[in-house]
């Protein structure tokens, strides 16, 4: 069974940073795609970023481009997001999501983590 | 303001059959297959349909999904009240190099 637990979440002052992990199993995590998706309090889903399998491609949200920094450790079954430089509108719950097809940077979430908060405020 | 746009609400009475729709453009619904997914309340989001048609194992016939052009919808027949949840179509956008989601349509069961 594919699990993803989310962590690092928490209160945080504008203009500081934090970073958030993704611990997975139940699969090869080394093989496929890996993404973050945030949702802010009442609000619809964003994506924010993804990683390809092998690291060679990463792409992010206009809206994170420059302040937030996604990578893996394949040996550690693990995504992680630096957030740098965080705002008020950074507020949101954030899922680490899986991609279904091995090889592929993206076709569609099969699994989602059940999200970890992240609360900017002074 | 998200580049795919979905009704905010929508509502059927049990047994009823609904129909959610998701507008985009050429470069995302237009160019590249869509999915939806169901978040019920305080859960994470849930794969309900992808490659605009396709169920995943376990999720029932009575979710359908289908794409026309650069519009793509949700049908939903049989009504129940579990239905009760947020919907959000999804898909890859190549302008933008990113995963676009619609701002999601709250389904009420009457």
């Known amino acids: 069974e594919v699990q993803l637990v989310e962590s690092g979440g928490g209160l945080i002052q504008p203009g500081r940073s934090l970073r958030l992990s993704c611990t997975a199993s139940?699969?090869?995590?080394?093989?496929?795609?890996m993404h973050w998706v945030r949702q802010a309090p009442g609000k619809g889903l964003e994506w924010v970023s993804g990683?390809?399998?092998?690291?060679?491609?990463?792409g992010y949200a206009d809206s994170v481009k420059g302040r937030f920094t996604i990578s893996r450790d394949n040996a550690k079954n693990s995504l992680y997001l630096q957030m740098d430089s965080l705002r008020d509108e950074d507020t949101a719950l954030y899922y680490c999501?899986?991609?279904?097809?091995?090889?592929?940077?993206?076709?569609?979430?099969?699994?989602w983590g059940q999200g970890t908060l992240v609360i900017v405020s002074s | 303001q998200s580049v795919v746009t979905q009704p905010p609400s929508a509502s059927g009475a049990p047994g009823q059959r609904v129909t959610l729709s998701c507008s985009g453009s050429?470069?995302?619904?237009?160019?590249?297959?869509v999915n939806w997914y169901q978040q019920l309340p305080g859960t994470a989001p849930k794969l309900l349909i992808y490659?605009?048609?396709q169920r995943p194992s376990g999720v029932p016939d009575r979710f359908s999904g289908s794409k026309s052009g650069t519009s793509a919808s949700l049908a939903i027949s049989g009504l129940q009240s579990k239905d009760e949840a947020d919907y959000y179509c999804?898909?890859?956008?190549?302008?933008?190099?990113?995963?676009?989601f619609g701002g999601g349509t709250k389904l009420t069961v009457l």
């Open positions: 139940g699969f090869r995590f080394e093989d496929y795609a």
């Open positions: 999804a898909a890859w956008d190549d302008s933008l190099n990113g995963v676009v």
């Open positions: 999501a899986k991609v279904s097809g091995d090889g592929y940077y993206y076709d569609y979430f099969d699994s």
């Open positions: 990683i390809n399998w092998n690291i060679e491609s990463k």
């Open positions: 490659d605009n048609d």
């Open positions: 050429s470069s995302n619904i237009g160019g590249n297959t």
